[in-house]
Nanobody, 124 residues
Framework: QVQLVERGGGLVQAGDSLRVSCAASGLPFNKYLMAWFRQAPGKEREFVAA???????FYTDSVKGRFTISRNNGKNTVFLQMNTLKPEDTAVYYCAADLTVGRPYTSIDEYDYWGQGTQVTVSS
């Protein structure tokens, strides 16, 4: 059974930092592109960041310079370091895994597996 388990969400104030993690099991972690998506109440799930099997990173414009995605293949874990958090970053953050090469990594439909999410709330 494939499992992606997110941890590290919480309540912080604007300007603070937070790191969320996603521990994967049941899949060849080093073969997957890993990504973070987020979804606020009443809104569509949106792409945040991704990191390839070769450690290339991708970010949505709104988080560039503030968020950093990384992975530790030895621990089968992907991280998202979030700095200078803003209220508009408030959402459930989801970890996702994608094995397919050559598809749009920003698309929700591309991903094979999803975690259950971790809540990040940023107060003003």
């Amino acid at each position: 059974q494939v499992q992606l388990v997110e941890r590290g969400g919480g309540l912080v104030q604007a300007g603070d930092s937070l790191r969320v993690s996603c521990a994967a099991s049941g899949l060849p972690f080093n073969k997957y592109l890993m990504a973070w998506f987020r979804q606020a109440p009443g809104k569509e799930r949106e792409f945040v960041a991704a990191i390839s099997r070769d450690y290339t990173t991708f970010y949505t414009d709104s988080v560039k310079g503030r968020f950093t995605i990384s992975r530790n293949n030895g621990k089968n874990t992907v991280f998202l370091q979030m700095n200078t958090l803003k209220p508009e970053d408030t959402a459930v953050y989801y970890c996702a895994a994608d094995l397919t090469v050559g598809r749009p990594y920003t698309s929700i439909d591309e991903y094979d597996y999803w975690g259950q999410g971790t809540q990040v709330t940023v107060s003003s």
